[in-house]
Structures are given as C-alpha cells and as structure tokens.
C-alpha cells in the first residue's frame, strides 16, 4: 500500500469520526429549546458545509497521480485542521 492509500484511509476514518460527531451534535440541537436550535441547526448547515469541502478535497487527493499528491497534500491538511477546529468550536457551545 503507497504512503497516499494509508493517508487516504485515515482521513475517511477521520471523516467518519466527524459524521458522527455531527450527528450527536444534532441530537443535542434537536432537544435544545426553539430559540437556540434554530441556531444549532445554522451551525451543523455550516460545519456539514465545510465537512462536504474537506471530503471533495481529499477525493482529489486520492484521484490525483502519484507525483501531484504531495503538493495537494497541503491543501487537504489546511481543510482537516479547520474542519476539526470547527468541530470544537461547535462542541464547546452545544454544551
């Protein structure tokens, strides 16, 4: 297995950990009073927004040939850190 396979399979199961994140996060707003979940649901529309970016981002990587993948890997990099912050951020205020 090359070194982008492995890089790939960990993100679709970072991915993963962020699907289900979102989805407890949006059983938590689901359960929020009306004021506040009209809020928690803009947030969730936001962060399966920018989940969906990060996801395109790596289908590229893992479509792009061998030499191309190292320079997209960046981008793909910067996309994930801010997906997880955003994830956080989330989190801290659904609490």
């Excluded at 359960?31 to 399966?48: N, P």
């Amino acid at each position: 297995m090359s070194t982008r396979d492995e890089y790939v399979r960990k993100m679709h199961a970072k991915l993963d950990t962020w699907n289900a994140e979102i989805d407890r996060l949006a059983a938590k707003a689901d359960q929020a009073g009306a004021e506040a979940r009209a809020g928690y649901h803009k947030q969730l529309d936001a962060l399966r927004l920018q989940r969906d970016d990060a996801k395109m981002k790596m289908e590229r990587l893992q479509s792009a040939g061998e030499s191309a993948w190292q320079d997209m890997k960046a981008g793909v990099e910067s996309a994930w850190h801010a997906m997880g912050e955003a994830i956080d951020s989330a989190k801290s205020r659904f609490k």
